[in-house]
């Protein structure tokens, strides 16, 4: 399918990129929401002790039959993968990072169902593909600055 069809322009997702990756460097606590205050450290849905991560946060109305299907499944399925935080809101927090539980099952859950639910179009490969490289670039600028 050709890149024309798709709902989000590559040269917006590299824009936003540039930006991510200027900023990566500076992390400050204000800029972290947390999700793990007053909230259990066990994964209700595998019932295992989880571990505190601080990962990026994104955001958007994106909005296609394959993605709400991701969010259901990531609602039922794994809450707690550690994965690029969306908040699904339309505007960006302040907030640029966010402080999550992570349960390594629910990690190996995502990773299963996205494996058994491939993306269909080339919007939602843009929307995984735009959380994979987020990660890989936070995870990288993590190496660096420890
Ligand atoms: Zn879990």
Not at 47 to 65: A, C, L
Not at 66 to 91: K, M, S
Request: hydrophobic content about 40%; aromatic content about 16%.
């Amino acid at each position: 399918m050709h890149a024309s069809h798709s709902g989000i322009p590559a040269r917006f997702l590299f824009f936003g990129l540039a930006l991510i990756w200027l900023n990566a460097g500076c992390i400050s606590s204000r800029r972290v929401e947390d999700y793990t205050f007053a909230r259990s450290a066990i994964c209700e849905v595998h019932d295992v002790p989880m571990k505190e991560k601080i990962v990026p946060q994104t955001y958007g109305m994106r909005r296609s039959g394959w993605i709400l299907n991701l969010r259901c499944a990531r609602q039922r399925l794994f809450p707690h993968a550690g994965e690029v935080y969306d908040t699904y809101a339309c505007l960006a927090s302040y907030e640029r990072y966010a402080r999550i539980h992570v349960c390594l099952e629910c990690t190996t859950a995502r990773q299963k169902w996205l494996v058994e639910n491939p993306p269909a179009f080339e919007y939602d490969w843009q929307y995984l593909d735009y959380c994979d490289s987020l990660w890989r670039q936070f995870a990288q600028s993590y190496v660096r600055r420890n």
